[in-house]
C-alpha cells in the first residue's frame, strides 16, 4: 500500500497489485502475439486477450492491425503487472519475425501450425 500527503495535509491511499492483500484480486497482463494478414505478425500487451482480439479484428485496434488484419492469435504469456508485460513486450518486439516465429512454435509444439502456415503448399 502506498500513502501520499497532498498539498493540504491530505491522505491518499492507492493499493498496487505488488502485494495485494488477502482476497484481493490481482490483474493479469498479457502479452500476446497475433498473426495477421500477409504474414506479418503484430505484438501487443492487454488485461484480456481475446476482447483485443475482437478490437483488432473490428478495425478499432491498432493502426497496424487496421492495415493488416489479424487472423489468429498465436502466443500469449501471463505477466503479474503492466510493468513486466511492457517490459516483454520491448523484448519481443526487439527480434527478427523469424525469432518471433521460432518463439510461437517452441509454444505451440510442432502439432500447430499458423494460418499462414496452413495456407503454404
Known amino acids: 500500500m502506498l500513502v501520499f500527503v497532498g498539498r493540504h495535509g491530505i491522505l491518499?491511499?492507492?493499493?498496487?497489485?505488488?502485494?495485494?492483500?488477502?482476497?484481493?484480486?490481482?490483474k493479469r497482463w498479457y502479452l500476446y502475439i497475433l498473426e495477421c494478414e500477409g504474414e506479418r505478425l503484430y505484438t501487443g500487451i492487454s488485461t484480456d486477450v481475446e476482447s483485443r482480439f475482437?478490437?483488432?479484428v473490428k478495425g478499432t485496434g491498432a493502426k497496424f492491425t487496421r492495415a493488416?488484419?489479424?487472423l489468429a492469435i498465436l502466443y500469449r504469456e501471463e505477466?503479474?503487472?503492466r510493468a513486466s508485460a511492457s517490459a516483454?513486450?520491448?523484448r519481443i518486439k526487439a527480434l527478427s519475425a523469424a525469432e518471433k516465429r521460432a518463439l510461437v512454435a517452441a509454444a505451440q509444439g510442432p502439432a500447430r501450425k499458423s494460418p499462414a502456415q496452413r495456407k503454404r503448399p
Not at 13 to 18: D, L, S
Open 12 to 26: 491518499f491511499f492507492q493499493t498496487t497489485n505488488r502485494h495485494p492483500a488477502k482476497g484481493m484480486s490481482v
Open 54 to 56: 475482437a478490437a483488432h
Open 68 to 70: 493488416f488484419k489479424p
Open 79 to 81: 505477466h503479474s503487472d
Open 88 to 90: 516483454a513486450e520491448a
